[in-house]
């Protein structure tokens, strides 16, 4: 007859899919501030996290719901938006005297050129320290959103309300979307200085 159960049962957050143990003991255990980005299916969210006596600190944040305070008419979910929300973040966490961190991608898939190395490039270009590969981080031109201009610009005009109807209901033309990415990138760059 069985008297017990023969296994372990995991943590809660592990059984979920939320935690990693294994590579969290791992980032934990380097004793450095960690970037932690989570990409969700409408925002993108970036923290600086420190480990602390009572639980991990938030320093410094920036989320893709911020850009619209700095002018940005696309939505959050896109390449250009993680780019900008990883460029704010760095310009906030140099501000508070943070140059150096390393990068915490949770549970998400590292998969080169992906909205995360977008985050991640944008934190470096407003100069974080981070430790990367170059060849994970996607092209200026994709993250500038030239490839959706060329496209919008290959349509006839009826077809480009029909794809692009969000785009064109916010007052933004999909033609238009480098240069407004310029703009706003300009726009963080004399608010945080």
């Known amino acids: 007859m069985a008297r017990s159960a023969t296994y372990k049962v995991q943590f809660k957050r592990r059984r979920e899919g939320k935690t990693n143990y294994n590579r969290r003991y791992k980032l934990v255990d380097l004793d450095k501030t960690r970037m932690v980005v989570r990409v969700t299916s409408n925002h ?3 923290q600086l996290i420190k ?16 850009l619209k305070d700095y002018g940005w ?17 760095g310009k906030k966490a140099i501000s508070e005297d943070y ?9 998400q898939p590292s998969i080169r050129g992906t909205k995360i190395y977008a985050v991640l490039k944008g934190a470096l270009d407003a100069g974080l320290w981070i430790p990367h590969n170059e060849s994970v981080l996607p092209d200026d031109s994709r993250i ?18 029909a794809k692009f109807a969000n785009y064109i209901r ?19 760059d004399e608010a945080t200085q």
């Open 51 to 66: 480990v602390g006596a009572n639980g991990d600190e938030t320093l410094v944040s920036a989320t893709s719901k911020q």
């Open 99 to 107: 140059d150096e961190t390393i990068l915490d991608i949770g549970l």
């Open 44 to 46: 993108t969210i970036v």
């Open 144 to 161: 500038r959103g030239e490839h959706i201009a060329q496209y919008a610009e290959s349509m006839d005009e009826e077809e480009r309300n």
């Open 170 to 188: 916010c007052g933004l033309s999909p033609v238009e979307i480098p240069d407004h990415f310029d703009s706003v990138k300009n726009k963080i």
């Open 73 to 89: 008419l696309g939505n959050g979910k896109n390449t250009s938006a993680a780019y900008l929300t990883g460029y704010l973040f």
